[in-house]
């Protein structure tokens, strides 16, 4: 079965700023509706009906992630490529003598066919294949070859930067109970052992059992035996394993620079890997240090980043010597965005190692920005633990010293503008004058004409509310404002952003609320202010703690399976950096969030060893405890189930509960209702009655790209008590049903709730997610700018691309993810058709802007044969047919099909001229 064949992205920028305008809610409309207090008010009881009527988008209060959205990196190494064969791993009995033929009956095959085909890496134990170099051309020859099983492109798997900050996880821990695990219950993660796969670790860090002696170096034994052993030949106390599978210099996105050179030293020179193993399993050597979620569990360094990105066939490689080296847990901080099919080597590496009774924790992606159906892979897989992230519940931050208050006035950065300076003195501050906007009256400065009256040179204090951050700083800029303050228009601090109007020499910032208002009150009382800048930092309180990070990826998986799976601390998490670089540092993403899992895991497994992984799962969704939706968190909604899973974790609940629901999460598909069955257990010494409840989350719908927010309608109906006898267990029949608006590309979710009626077990939950109506509905040539109105994006065509060795190409955008990509060309006199490519799992466009190129050599396959061989001369047509995600490949109507316009084919070696020019817009490289 030939698949996945990807060329190489180029992009072309268009205007698709059209959304869906109507029916829109504004903010106080949306509070009338759904205004409730608290987490468990959201949780009514099941009365069959929708908990929360209105198919109308919701304006949020703050920007979401996509407004920010970068240009499209490349996400595939070049002339790389992952070569599956047929047989099963070892780990799942495959033999080592049918691997080994079918190497050979490749390594025959490519001979035959005169490939340039260079061998890379040997997988075999939780996935079977190579990874090989070859050229374009070459990769879609091997799609044809009956020993191959199915190619794949090597992904590029980004590295994550990090930014300086001082040591606070510890508010993190007491976000998901880690604290009280370890204190109160006595939990440390005692012989269980985590793989970090990142940039390595610092093993002389004093958090992480190192002397606190930069110059000493650990290496492994060999690369067979990765034991981590000192100059005296001493075994790392809490490193067990170790290696460096890419060595100084390497950048998978460098060409010059993206070949691996191995070694036994899996010191971390860039910090990510020392951070995340921090908040695995620090232990605090002195007052300045940190303590992580697992103090006490053994840590094994596999670093796979060095300067720069990596690949997947490294991540694969890595994956195999954890699994042989005895973790119990894998933690991967790391992601291929827009990578999906169970059938990926990372994914199906991930789902056997669980089958293989080992827990894979992942990050979920911070591809926010990318709008729906954003998890990446391996964070897809269906079997592991996905993490997205939340903001921790307090941040170190900057402040401004003014004389008449008191306390610093504490600043967050205003994202897209300059950092304020952190010496000396600013100019004057003044305030744009004052206006009325819908019934409000207030500074902030959102027209031009407010700034008539404004000093040149001074620093702005407006405030926040009723048009977006950009245009109060451009409006500041042009009065000619050198700073620009934003203070709160509600209780606590906010960073936020203004994209890219920040002009150079004008600094900003975000305040609080009450920052702002005493500033205020010194400037209308005729006071000179001014700021004194200074490089003193202190602790506030974060006022975006508790809620999901602005990057969190969005799930649900594009095979509807539920994801991401639980939610734990990923913004603004200090933890263990290099000592060379400071000891400590501040870092950001669902990259910190996946290790706070990893060590919750081995807290729950020291105290029950024999879970298996999927248990492992479950039981930290059933006491996870949902969060407010991000973007506007006092309307009441819960956030999207697809984003944050299960909700934050809370590990010493999930250690001390004696009563749990299965299957954790709910998978529902498409449709307008689903059926299940979830089962209750009940472990303790007495019978338990429960209530059922439920409360939906918010949606989303229309635009993959920049979707529309819809309040919560799915219902839920069910028994309304059941009671589970002690040391028993009993099945519950449930029927949820999908809110009903009739949009396109409509993801919902909620969550299933059982209450104990003694209000003194937890509260068992289980969430869902599900897409309304039929999802082979969704077109892949184009995307719904609004409800009504489907943008078509045809593919584009190139004869006599610049390759010399092609013939034709063609420029392909997906708005969704095709599950079955053929290119045909057809020959218009006798009709014959020829195989140009076939692929699979094939990737949506990141953004509105991006088309794929696929270029074609003028070959195919000869008959039956393996063997490649120029088609007849003569005149053709491209013909590109996607099948919709989860689509029958027998149902035509689940095709969206394309037709070149026609060109000249001429025999080999001779260059047919061009007929024309490109059939629409413009080549991609141009």
Same mark, same amino acid.
């Given at each position: ?130 990874? !090989? ?65 990142d940039t390595g670790i610092d093993y002389n860090h004093p958090d992480l059992g190192g002397s606190g002696d930069g110059s000493v ?77 697992a103090p006490d569990a053994t840590l094994g360094a596999y670093k796979i980043f060095d300067t720069g990105s990596s690949t997947a ?489 610049d390759d010399p060795d092609a013939v034709a190409a063609v420029e392909a955008f997906f708005g969704h993810y095709p599950q079955e ?58 013909? !590109? ?46």
């Amino acid at each position: 079965m030939p698949v996945a064949v990807i060329p190489w992205l180029r992009v072309m920028t268009r205007n698709t700023d059209a959304d869906d305008s109507t029916h829109r809610f504004d903010r106080r409309t949306v509070m009338k509706l759904a205004s409730v207090a608290g987490l468990e008010a959201v949780f009514g009881t099941v009365s069959g009906t929708a908990d929360t009527s209105g198919p109308g988008p919701i304006d949020p209060d703050r920007e979401p992630p996509w407004d920010a959205r970068e240009g499209a990196p490349d996400r595939w190494v070049r002339d790389r490529w992952f070569v599956a064969f047929d047989a099963e791993p070892r780990a799942r009995g495959g033999g080592p003598s049918t691997q080994a033929n079918e190497r050979a009956q490749f390594r025959a095959d490519v001979r035959a066919e005169g490939l340039g085909v260079t061998e890379r890496h040997d997988f075999t134990r939780l996935w079977n294949g190579l990874s !090989v170099t070859a050229e374009f051309g070459d990769a879609v020859a091997m799609t044809a070859l009956d020993s191959v099983a199915a190619v794949y492109p090597v992904a590029i798997v980004d590295r994550p930067e990090p930014a300086d900050a001082s040591p606070m996880l510890e508010t993190a821990l007491s976000m998901t109970g880690a604290d009280a695990a370890q204190s109160e219950l006595g939990f440390t993660g005692d012989g269980r052992s985590v793989a970090v796969i990142d940039t390595g670790i610092d093993y002389n860090h004093p958090d992480l059992g190192g002397s606190g002696d930069g110059s000493v170096v650990y290496t492994a034994e060999s690369e067979s035996d990765r034991t981590l052993t000192g100059p005296a030949g001493d075994v790392h106390p809490r490193i067990s394993h170790g290696w460096d599978y890419v060595g100084a210099g390497y950048d998978a996105g460098d060409p010059g620079a993206d070949e691996p050179n191995p070694d036994p030293d899996p010191m971390d020179p860039q910090g990510h890997g020392t951070h995340v193993s921090g908040i695995v399993a620090a232990d605090a050597a002195g007052e300045e240090g940190v303590t992580g979620v697992a103090p006490d569990a053994t840590l094994g360094a596999y670093k796979i980043f060095d300067t720069g990105s990596s690949t997947a066939e490294i991540i694969v490689a890595a994956m195999e010597d954890a699994y042989a080296d005895g973790m119990d847990v894998i933690n991967m901080s790391l992601g291929a965005s827009l990578q999906w099919g169970q059938a990926y080597p990372t994914t199906a590496a991930s789902n056997e190692l669980v089958s293989q009774g080992v827990v894979v924790v992942n990050s979920a992606g911070n591809e926010g920005e990318m709008g729906a159906w954003s998890m990446s892979a391996p964070a897809n897989a269906h079997d592991v633990i996905s993490v997205a992230s939340a903001e921790n519940t307090h941040l170190t931050a900057n402040g401004f010293e003014v004389d008449g208050i008191d306390d610093p006035v504490p600043y967050l950065e205003l994202s897209g503008a300059e950092l304020p300076p952190t010496e000396g003195e600013s100019a004057p501050l003044a305030l744009p004058a004052q206006s009325e906007i819908g019934g409000e009256t207030g500074y902030f400065g959102c027209d031009p004409a407010d700034f008539a009256d404004f000093p040149e040179g001074h620093v702005a204090l407006i405030q926040r509310g009723h048009c977006a951050f950009a245009q109060k700083y451009e409006n500041a800029v042009a009065a000619g404002a050198t700073g620009v303050v934003i203070f709160n228009n509600v209780a606590g601090l906010f960073s936020g952003t203004i994209a890219d109007a920040g002009v150079e020499g004008v600094w900003g910032a975000g305040i609080s609320d009450t920052g702002g208002a005493a500033l205020v009150d010194l400037l209308e009382s005729g006071e000179t202010v001014t700021f004194d800048f200074t490089e003193e930092t202190f602790t506030v309180p974060n006022p975006n703690g508790g809620l999901l990070s602005s990057f969190s990826s969005y799930g649900q998986d594009v095979e509807l399976a539920f994801g991401p799976s639980v939610t734990a601390p990923g913004g603004l998490i200090t933890s263990t950096y290099p000592l060379a670089q400071g000891g400590y540092a501040m870092l950001s993403g669902t990259s910190m969030a996946a290790p706070h899992v990893a060590g919750s895991v081995a807290l729950l497994l020291e105290a029950e060893p024999d879970l298996d992984p999927l248990d492992v799962r479950d039981r930290l969704q059933n006491v996870a405890e949902p969060q407010p939706w991000s973007l506007a968190p006092d309307i009441g909604a819960l956030d999207h189930s697809f984003r944050q899973g299960a909700g934050m974790i809370q590990v010493d609940d999930a250690i001390t509960a004696d009563q749990r629901v299965t299957p954790g999460q709910l998978s529902l598909g498409d449709g307008t209702a689903a059926e299940a069955t979830v089962t209750l257990t009940n472990d303790g010494e007495a019978d338990i009655t429960y209530e059922l409840g439920h409360a939906g989350s918010v949606g989303t719908a229309v635009n993959t790209f920049s979707p529309g927010f819809y309040l919560p309608g799915s219902s839920v109906s069910g028994p309304k008590t059941v009671t589970v006898p002690a040391g028993e267990s009993v099945s519950v029949d449930l029927t949820i049903s999908a809110p009903g608006y009739g949009l396109p590309n409509h993801q919902y979710g909620g969550y299933v709730a059982f209450r104990p009626t003694d209000e003194v077990n937890d509260v068992l939950r289980i969430p869902y997610s599900g897409y309304e109506g039929d999802y082979q509905d969704l077109p892949l040539l184009g995307y719904y700018a609004a409800a009504d109105d489907f943008v078509v994006q045809e593919p584009r065509f190139q004869e006599s691309p610049d390759d010399p060795d092609a013939v034709a190409a063609v420029e392909a955008f997906f708005g969704h993810y095709p599950q079955e990509l053929h290119v045909t060309a057809v020959n218009e006199r006798t009709g014959q058709s020829f195989t140009v490519l076939e692929q699979e799992y094939a990737p949506r466009s990141p953004d509105p802007e991006t088309y794929y190129e696929y270029v074609w050599d003028g070959r195919t396959r000869a008959g039956e044969s393996d063997n490649r061989r120029p088609v007849p001369p003569g005149t053709y047509t491209l013909t !590109v047919e996607a099948l919709r995600a989860l689509g029958d490949p027998e149902n035509p109507d689940h095709w969206d099909t394309w037709e070149s316009p026609t060109f000249r084919v001429s025999p080999p070696g001779k260059r047919a001229p061009a007929t024309g020019e490109a059939a629409s817009g413009l080549p991609a490289d141009e």
